[in-house]
Structures are given as C-alpha cells and as structure tokens.
C-alpha cells in the first residue's frame, strides 16, 4: 500500500512518501504543488493524506484535480482542514481559503457544477471536529461532535459562530 504525505512539514509519518516544500528532516520529495502536474504517476497511491494543507492554496480545483490524478480508483483522500467558523482558520496569515461543510459537495457527481472542475469524488466520510488538540476538553469533544454531525446544516446556519467547530475532516474516493 503506497502512501503520500502531501504538505507534511514537521509532521513525519512512517510508511508514507512525505512532501513537503521545504527540504526539512524527513521529507522524501521536494516539490511546491503549486506547479503542477505533481511529480507522481497516475493512480501511483492507495492513500493520501491532505492534513492542514489546503487552506494554504489559493485555487482549489487544481489541486484537486492533481489529487484524483495521483490517487488509484479505490484508494482515498484523507483530508482535514481548519473549520471555516474557528479562530484558528484565520489565525496563521498564510491561510488563503476557508471550508464548510458542504465546500466539497461540489466536486460529487450531479451537483451541476461540473464546468468549475472535471474532478469528481464520492464522500466516504464528512465529519465537523470540535476539540482536535490533547487533553481533557479533546477526550470530552464526542458530546459537541454527535450534536453537530447529527445536524451539521442546522449547526452551521445557527450556531458555528457562536461555539466554532476546529476542522472539517472529510474523506474522498476519486471517481474516475
């Protein structure tokens, strides 16, 4: 089972292909993924991990599109990003976009927008995180997460801005 760790930074995992770009302890390829296409064959992993990165990109179709390029067709796309409601979501300047619940709804078959991208994904997991950092409050997150996954819409148009969820966690299967 191959692996990809995309944008990984410090964040080193064993048994993925780390890329990130910057050339720091551990990373196996250098590459800014702005440029594309990216330097992997297609349907070459069972799995990538899209972890806190694409905040950091300002035009998401691309990216995207190279995601379903790399990503064999039963593999899957692990992807978390921060909340659109969080702090933390404005907090680091180097964010450039936001994520709601439904951002990745539009890359699903029939949702008519297919002259924004080709690329097309069916959502195995799509899930609001309340607490993502250790602790107490992290261990205690279940209560506010069955509440807000069990009405995610009624959450975001009423209360996301009041008790901000952290991050989306979304998992995708390219559809090719």
């Known amino acids: 089972m191959k692996k990809l760790n995309l944008g990984c930074g410090r964040d080193i995992k ?18 800014d993924v702005s440029k594309r296409p990216w330097p992997f064959k297609e349907s070459e992993f069972d799995e990538v991990l899209c ?3 694409l905040e950091h990109f300002e035009d998401l179709m ?3 599109a190279e995601l379903s390029r790399i990503t064999k067709p039963d593999g899957r796309i692990i992807i978390q990003v921060p909340y659109f409601a969080s702090p933390g979501a404005f907090a680091d300047p180097t964010h ?11 890359f699903q078959p029939g949702d008519n927008l297919e002259h924004y991208s080709k690329a097309r994904f069916r959502i195995i997991e799509l899930r609001l995180k309340f607490f993502t950092s250790g602790g107490l409050l992290c261990a205690l997150s279940f209560v506010p997460d069955l509440f807000i996954n069990a009405f995610p819409h009624l959450y ?3 209360f996301s801005r009041v008790l ?6 979304v998992t995708l299967k390219p559809i090719k």
């Open 14 to 31: 064993e048994g993925y292909v780390n890329l990130d770009s910057a050339p720091l302890d551990g990373v196996d390829v250098v590459h």
């Open 51 to 53: 972890k806190h990165v």
């Open 62 to 64: 691309p990216v995207l």
């Open 96 to 106: 450039k976009r936001f994520f709601t619940y439904d951002t990745f709804r539009y």
């Open 156 to 158: 975001e148009r009423f």
């Open 164 to 169: 901000p969820a952290s991050e989306l966690k």
